[in-house]
C-alpha cells in the first residue's frame, strides 16, 4: 500500500473492498443531529449531522483540535466525565437518543466499546483484563470468550501459554491489541477508536489496521486517526472535520480521497491545509 | 562565570576580590553541609543514648531481659517488665487499623472518584489539613470528653484506640488520596468505555493499583500511632501496665509505660525506659521496613 | 427529541440494563461520603466537647448539663460562676491544687508553650533551611538520596524517645557541662533541653517542606544569575531564597504549629511546675504538660481540675488553629505563583 507522499490524490485498494461489502443493506446504527458540543465557553462541535452505516469502518479526520475526539467521546457518553462539557442536539443509537433522560451511560458503554489513543490494559493478567467487560456485565467469563476476543484481536497466538501473566509485560503493540480483545470481549454493537494506532511502532501499527478490517465483519468501526494514509487505507467511509468543530464533508472514503466536493477538503488532503 | 570560576583569569575582578568571593563560597557552603549533617548527628547521639542507658541497665544493674519481656509493672525495678505495655500497644495498633483503614480509604476514595468539585469538598479538604495540624493531646480530650465520661465507656483500651484511630485518619486520608491520584486516567476511562459502573471502576481496577501505596501509607500512620503517648494517657491509660489487657480492660501501652519510668526519681527505672524505648524503636523499624518492602516489591509502573 | 423511542423496542441502553449495577454504586457512593462526612463531624467534635466543657469550667456545670436541666424545668437556670474569665485569662498564677487559693491563670503555661516554641524555632528555623538548601542547591544526587530521607527519621521518633532524650542526655551531657563553664546550674528539667529536642524533632518539617519549594524554583532563574557571573552562594540567597519564600514561611509556620501542640517531650524535658519566667535554666510547665500531669492524677469528672482540662485544651487548640490557618492561606498563595 504504498502511497506517495506529494500525490495529490490518494488511490487506495479500499475501493475493491468496498464493492465487495456494499451488497449489505447499508443500515444506519450512528445518528447525529445538529450535535453541539460546548466544554465552558469554547465550542468543541458545531451543528455535526451524519449518519454512520452499520459494520463499515468509518473514519474521522482532521487537523489537531477539530473536535474529531471530542465527537467520539460523545458518541459513548465518556463527555460525562469532564464536569465542564454540554452536549446539545440528538445522537442517536439504533434510533434511540443516547441523550435521553432514561438512558444509562452505563449501558450505553457495554454496547460501544472504545479503544484509547494510549493502550490502558488494566494492572492485570491478560485474562481478566480480556474478562473484565463480561464480569462488570455480570456474565460469567469461560476460556472460550477469552480465546474468541483475543483471536479476534489477533493476540492469540502470542499470548496463548502465558494468560496469567501481566497485560503490562506485553509491548505496546501487544498491548493494544489486548485493550481491542477487551473492548470487543463483551460482544459491543460499536467499537469506537481514537487514534489507536498514534502511540505505536509502524510494525506493530500495521497490524492493528489489518485487525480492523476484520473487525468491520462482525463491529461497526469508528476510527479518529489524524493519519490520512491510514484513514484510505482501513476505511469505508470517512467524516473531514476541520478548525472550529465542523463537520465539512463526509462520504465514501473513495470519493473524498480522490474527489473531494469541498475545496477546503481538497486543500487540507492534499497537504495544503493543516 | 569562567572570571569567577577560575585563579588565574583576572580580566574583570582582581585577584582580592575573587579569594574573597572564593572563601566566602566556601565558607557558606561548609555551614550549610554541617547544619544539614546536625540533625544526622543528632539522631546518632539519640540512639547511642538510648543503647548506652540499655548497656548500662543490663550489663552493670543486671536487669534481665527474659524478666523485662514477660513480665508486667513493678515497684521494684529489678522485677519490673513490659509485656502487658507490649500487648496493650498491640491491640491498640489493630484496633486503630480496623477504625482508621476503612475510614481513611472511605474518604480518600470519595474525594477522589467521586466527589465533584464544589464548595463543599474543597471546604472538607481543607477542615482536613487542619485536622492533620491538631495536637494529638487534643483527639485524647475529645476521646476523654465523647467516649470515656459523655458514653461511659470508662478508661479502657477501646477509647484509646479510636482517639489514635481519629489521630490518624487524616495521614490515612492524604497517602490513599497519593496513592489514587498515581493511577493513570487512562485506566479508569478504559474500564468506564467497557460499561463498569464508577463503583466497578473503582473496586475493580482503581483501588487494586492504588493498594501498594494505601498500604505503605497505612504502616506508617500506623507507626505514627504506636509510638503516641498523651492521646493515651488523656484517655486515662494505666500507667504501670501489670496485667495484660484487652479491648475492654484497663491498659498499658509502650510508651505511657516508657513515660512513667522515665519520669521516676529513681534512676534504675531510667534503664527500663531506654530499654522499652529500644523495643519501641525495633517495632517502629520493622514497620518501616515493612512499608518500604510493600512499596517497592507491589508497586509498579502503569 | 427522538419520538422513535416509543415505537422501538429500544436498543438496549436504557436504565433498566444496568439498574442493579448503578444502584449499588448510588448506594457505595452515599456509605462513602458518609465516611467522609464523619471527618467533618470529628472537627465539629473538637469543637463541641471543649466549648461544652470549658463552660463548665467557669460555671457549675456544663452547657450540656444546664441545657438540660433548663429544659426539662423550663426555666432558665441560673448558674454559678466558678472562675472569672478575667482570671483565667490575666492572673499570672497557675496553682489549681492549692488547698487554701487556687487560681487559674493560663498565662502562665501559655508563655511557657510560647517560651519553648520560640526557643525551639530558633534551633529549627536556621538549620532547617540550610539544610534544605544544602539539599536542594548543593547536595550531589546520592548524597540527598540518602540525606532526606535520614532526616526525615528525626520526624518518626517518638516524641517520648526525645523527651528520654532530653532528661537522659541534652540535659547532663550536653548542657550542664557548659553551663557549668559559665558557673550557672541548672536542674533535671529545664526549658534550654525542651527547646532543643523540640527544635530537633522539627527540623525534619522546615527542611523537607522548604526544600520542595526551593525545588520548585525554576532552573531558568538559576541560570540567568548563573550567566550574570553570580556565585552559588549569591544565587542560593538572592534567587532561590526570595523565589521560594513562601513556601519557607510555610514550613515555618508548621515547625511552630507542632511545637505549640508537642506534649510528651515537654512534658520529661521541661517539668511539671507552672512558672511564670522567661529563663531558660528555670523549670516550667507547659498547656500539654499541664494536661498530662493533671491527666496522671485522674481528676474526676465535674471536678474544676479536671473541666480545666478542657479550658486549657481550648487555648491549645485556639493556638495550633490559627498556625494551621496561617499555613492554609500561605500554601494557597504559594501554589497560584507557580501555575
Not at chain 1, 506517495?4 to 468496498?18: D, Y
Not at chain 2, 540499655?54 to 524478666?67: C, Q, S
Not at chain 3, 540567568?224 to 521560594?244: I, N
Amino acid at each position: 500500500m504504498a502511497t506517495g507522499e506529494n500525490e495529490p490524490l490518494i488511490s487506495t485498494a479500499v475501493t475493491s473492498r468496498e464493492t465487495e461489502r456494499s451488497a449489505r443493506a447499508d443500515e444506519t446504527i450512528l445518528e447525529a443531529r445538529g450535535l453541539d458540543v460546548h466544554y465552558g465557553e469554547d465550542r468543541a462541535l458545531r451543528e455535526v449531522t451524519a449518519e454512520i452505516p452499520e459494520r463499515k469502518v468509518t473514519a474521522i479526520i482532521g487537523p489537531s483540535g477539530c473536535g474529531k475526539s471530542t465527537f467520539l467521546r460523545s458518541i459513548n457518553r465518556m463527555n460525562d466525565q469532564i464536569e465542564v462539557c454540554r452536549v446539545e442536539g440528538d445522537l442517536l443509537f439504533r434510533g434511540k437518543n443516547v441523550y435521553d433522560d432514561d438512558v444509562d451511560p452505563v449501558a450505553l458503554r457495554r454496547k460501544i466499546g472504545q479503544v484509547f489513543q494510549k493502550p490502558n490494559p488494566f494492572p492485570k493478567s491478560i485474562r481478566d483484563n480480556v474478562t473484565y467487560g463480561l464480569r462488570v456485565q455480570g456474565k460469567s467469563a469461560t476460556d472460550d470468550d477469552v480465546e474468541r476476543a483475543l483471536r479476534g484481536a489477533a493476540l492469540w497466538s502470542e499470548v496463548e501459554g502465558k494468560l496469567d501473566s501481566s497485560g503490562l509485560d506485553l509491548s505496546g503493540g501487544q498491548q493494544q491489541r489486548l485493550c481491542i480483545a477487551r473492548a470487543i470481549a463483551p460482544d459491543p454493537e460499536v467499537v469506537l477508536m481514537d487514534e489507536p494506532t498514534s502511540a505505536l511502532d509502524p510494525v506493530a501499527a500495521s497490524k492493528i489496521e489489518d485487525l480492523i478490517a476484520e473487525l468491520a465483519r462482525e463491529y461497526t468501526v469508528v476510527i479518529v486517526t489524524h493519519n490520512m494514509q491510514q484513514a484510505a487505507r482501513i476505511s469505508d467511509e470517512t467524516m473531514v472535520f476541520l478548525t472550529g468543530g465542523e463537520l465539512v464533508e463526509f462520504d465514501d472514503t473513495a470519493t473524498i480521497f480522490e474527489n473531494p466536493a469541498n475545496q477546503a477538503v481538497e486543500d487540507y488532503i492534499t497537504g495544503k491545509f493543516g | 562565570m569562567a572570571t569567577v570560576s577560575t585563579d588565574t583569569d583576572s580580566g574583570v575582578l582582581s585577584d582580592a576580590d575573587l579569594r574573597w568571593v572564593k572563601r566566602k563560597e566556601v565558607l557558606f557552603h561548609a555551614t550549610l553541609f554541617l547544619a544539614s549533617v546536625f540533625g544526622v548527628a543528632m539522631l546518632g547521639l539519640l540512639v547511642f543514648d538510648v543503647l548506652f542507658e540499655t548497656a548500662v541497665g543490663v550489663l552493670v544493674l543486671g536487669i534481665d531481659v527474659t524478666t523485662f519481656l514477660t513480665s508486667g509493672a513493678s515497684r521494684d525495678w529489678e522485677r519490673a517488665g513490659f509485656l502487658p505495655a507490649i500487648i496493650g500497644s498491640v491491640w491498640l495498633v489493630l484496633l486503630t487499623l480496623i477504625f482508621s483503614f476503612f475510614l481513611g480509604v472511605s474518604t480518600a476514595t470519595y474525594l477522589e472518584e467521586y466527589a465533584p468539585n464544589t464548595r463543599t469538598v474543597r471546604l472538607i479538604e481543607a477542615n482536613l489539613t487542619n485536622l492533620a495540624g491538631v495536637p494529638s493531646v487534643v483527639y485524647g480530650l475529645l476521646a476523654l470528653g465523647v467516649f470515656v465520661n459523655g458514653l461511659r465507656l470508662g478508661s479502657i483500651l477501646l477509647a484509646g484506640s479510636i482517639a489514635l484511630a481519629l489521630l490518624v485518619v487524616p495521614i490515612v486520608i492524604v497517602a490513599s488520596q497519593e496513592a489514587l491520584r498515581a493511577v493513570p486516567s487512562g485506566v479508569r476511562d478504559g474500564s468506564l468505555a467497557t460499561g463498569a459502573t464508577r463503583w466497578q471502576t473503582v473496586r475493580g481496577v482503581v483501588l487494586p493499583a492504588a493498594l501498594p501505596g494505601i498500604v505503605t501509607g497505612t504502616i506508617l500512620a500506623l507507626a505514627r500511632a504506636i509510638g503516641e503517648t498523651a492521646p493515651l494517657i488523656m484517655v486515662g491509660a494505666v500507667l504501670q501496665a501489670r496485667q495484660t489487657p484487652d479491648p475492654f480492660s484497663l491498659f498499658g501501652s509502650m510508651p505511657t509505660m516508657i513515660y512513667y519510668w522515665a519520669f521516676r526519681p529513681i534512676t534504675e527505672f531510667h534503664n527500663l525506659a531506654a530499654l522499652g524505648i529500644l523495643v519501641l524503636l525495633t517495632i517502629l523499624v520493622g514497620m518501616y521496613g515493612v512499608a518500604f518492602f510493600v512499596r517497592n516489591r507491589y508497586e509498579r509502573r502503569l | 427529541m427522538s419520538t422513535d423511542a416509543t415505537t422501538d423496542p429500544g436498543p438496549g441502553i436504557t436504565g433498566d440494563v444496568a439498574a442493579a449495577d448503578q444502584r449499588r454504586d448510588r448506594l457505595i457512593r452515599r456509605v462513602l461520603f458518609g465516611c467522609t462526612s464523619i471527618t467533618v463531624l470529628t472537627t465539629i467534635a473538637i469543637f463541641v466537647v471543649l466549648l461544652d466543657n470549658t463552660w463548665g469550667f467557669f460555671f457549675d456545670a456544663t452547657f450540656s448539663q444546664w441545657l438540660v436541666r433548663s429544659v426539662t424545668s423550663l426555666t432558665v437556670e441560673g448558674l454559678t460562676q466558678r472562675i472569672a474569665v478575667t482570671e483565667f485569662l490575666f492572673d499570672t498564677e497557675w496553682r489549681p491544687s492549692h488547698a487554701d487559693d487556687p487560681r487559674f491563670g493560663i498565662m502562665t503555661l501559655v508563655s511557657a508553650t510560647v517560651l519553648i516554641t520560640v526557643g525551639a524555632a530558633f534551633v529549627s528555623i536556621p538549620i532547617g533551611t540550610a539544610a534544605a538548601l544544602y539539599l536542594s542547591e548543593y547536595a550531589s544526587v546520592r548524597t540527598r538520596k540518602y540525606l532526606k530521607p535520614t532526616l526525615e527519621v528525626l520526624a518518626g521518633v517518638p516524641t517520648i524517645v526525645y523527651g528520654f532524650f532530653a532528661v537522659s542526655f541534652v540535659t547532663p551531657v550536653l548542657l550542664r557541662p557548659v553551663l557549668e563553664l559559665f558557673g550557672l546550674s541548672i536542674g533535671r528539667n529545664n526549658v534550654l533541653s525542651a527547646m532543643v529536642v523540640v527544635g530537633i524533632m522539627t527540623i525534619p518539617m522546615v527542611a523537607s517542606i522548604s526544600e520542595d519549594a526551593m525545588r520548585a524554583v525554576p532552573d531558568d532563574l538559576r541560570n540567568g544569575a548563573y550567566a550574570l557571573g553570580a556565585s552559588k552562594y549569591e544565587v542560593s540567597t538572592s534567587v532561590v531564597l526570595p523565589a521560594s519564600i513562601s513556601g519557607i514561611f510555610a514550613s515555618y509556620i508548621l515547625a511552630v504549629s507542632r511545637a505549640i501542640g508537642e506534649t510528651m517531650a515537654v512534658t520529661l524535658a521541661a517539668g511539671a511546675t507552672p512558672t511564670l519566667t522567661a529563663n531558660p535554666l528555670a523549670e516550667v510547665q507547659t498547656m500539654t504538660a499541664y494536661m498530662v500531669t493533671t491527666m496522671r492524677s485522674t481528676a474526676g469528672v465535674g471536678s474544676i481540675t479536671y473541666q480545666s482540662l478542657f479550658a486549657v485544651g481550648l487555648v491549645l487548640f485556639l493556638m495550633t488553629l490559627v498556625a494551621n490557618l496561617i499555613n492554609d492561606y500561605i500554601k494557597r498563595r504559594y501554589r497560584e505563583v507557580y501555575r
